[in-house]
């Protein structure tokens, strides 16, 4: 499995970005995909999982009500719409892989075992 971001970019205060995920030698559907960031000096975070047996999509609080995350599996990809950016969501975005069971960031954080190569998103006036 590889996966690929692309979609960050340069943005205002207020705009909003969408994020690509796609995934070659594998298909997504049936793992859990998670995005990260990761801003200088600060330690990885996650911001969202969309997990695959159970249906369901989390949010980190920071990104809650402005983010989201959703799949295309016709075109093997998970997307990440953010919206209302700040310049505090400036970071380097990674999405990656992991079992389809996994459904929280506490067993995201264990579980990953592929990561894309990242893309920067820069939230400045």
């Known amino acids: 499995l590889q996966l690929v971001e692309s979609g960050g970019g340069l943005v205002r205060p207020g705009g909003s970005l969408r994020l690509s995920c796609t995934g070659s030698?594998?298909?997504?559907?049936?793992?859990?995909i998670a995005w990260f960031r990761q801003a200088p000096g600060r330690e990885r975070e996650a911001v969202s999982c969309?997990?695959?047996?159970?249906?369901?999509?989390i949010y980190a609080d920071s990104v809650r009500g402005r983010f989201t995350a959703s799949r295309d599996n016709a075109k093997n990809t998970v997307y990440l719409q953010m919206d209302n950016l700040d310049p505090e969501d400036t970071a380097v975005y990674y999405c990656?892989?992991?079992?389809?069971?996994?459904?929280?960031?506490?067993?995201?954080?264990?579980?990953?075992?592929?990561w894309g190569q990242g893309t920067q998103v820069t939230v400045s006036s």
């Open positions: 969309v997990a695959s047996r159970d249906k369901i999509t």
């Open positions: 990656a892989a992991a079992p389809g069971w996994v459904s929280t960031f506490f067993a995201l954080r264990q579980e990953v075992h592929t």
């Open positions: 030698g594998s298909a997504l559907d049936s793992l859990t």
